[in-house]
């Protein structure tokens, strides 16, 4: 069966220091990768998605970059954090069209 | 552009009662799916329930069912029996009909089961 791992869990990072969120899908192959945000009590915000290893799409231009080094991993990083950068971060995976399967989350707060 | 809404932010329900949330859609697509993902407290987005556009017969997972209007680009989510762990917020979500194409979301609603 498939299954989607994303850590940390939860992290705080003080303003201007690097970020690297990570997720990795298990049981499938070239999967459709996604990494959402979202706000405290608000909806899911699509930061970048990718068809394929190399392949990234940014929805939303901001200080925060993804990579797709393997078929099955997905990084979300940012070389300087900003407090608006805070959030609630989810990695979704895709195949066909059976929906999105999300990770359990990246909490981030930025100090 | 599709977009997704959900007029109800927030609702409440008292325990082993029937709730119905509400979700509208527009679309100039004819082929499609329909999603509700619910996101307990915890923050783990989960499945609820999926539609085909194509098929015209409600789906329906235990407790869940939806009743889905394809000409009113309508698609509720009836939650029956309700019960405390169904306290979470609700995401109505569509996607297009193509291999690949990213979901959209709706802004949610905040649905608290009472004891």
């Known amino acids: 069966s498939q299954t989607i791992h994303q850590w940390p869990a939860t992290l705080v990072q003080p303003v201007g220091s690097p970020l690297s969120l990570e997720c990795t899908v298990e049981?499938?192959?070239?999967?459709?990768l996604y990494w959402y945000r979202q706000a405290a009590g608000r909806g899911l915000q699509l930061l970048f998605y990718?068809?394929?290893?190399?392949?990234i799409s940014s929805e939303v231009p901001q200080n925060l970059s993804a990579s797709r080094p393997q078929d099955r991993q997905f990084i979300l990083s940012s070389k300087k954090l900003l407090l608006s950068d805070s959030g609630f971060y989810l990695c979704?995976?895709?195949?066909?069209?059976?929906?999105?399967?999300f990770g359990s989350g990246t909490r981030l707060t930025v100090v | 552009a599709q977009t997704v809404t959900q007029s109800q932010p927030e609702m409440s329900v008292q325990e082993a009662e029937t709730v119905t949330l509400s979700c509208t859609y527009d679309t100039s697509e004819s082929n499609y799916y329909l999603f509700w993902y619910k996101q307990p407290p915890s923050r783990q987005m989960i499945l609820v329930i999926r539609q085909e556009a194509y098929k015209q017969q409600n789906a329906t997972e235990n407790r869940f069912s939806v009743n889905f209007q394809k000409a009113a680009k309508s698609f509720s989510l009836k939650i029956s029996d309700s019960q405390l762990g169904d306290t979470a917020m609700y995401f109505c979500a569509f996607m297009k009909g193509n291999y690949g194409q990213n979901f959209v979301f709706g802004p949610g609603t905040r649905l608290s089961v009472l004891p």
């Open positions: 049981g499938t192959s070239n999967p459709n």
């Open positions: 990718s068809v394929g290893i190399g392949q």
């Open positions: 979704a995976w895709s195949k066909a069209f059976a929906g999105y399967t």
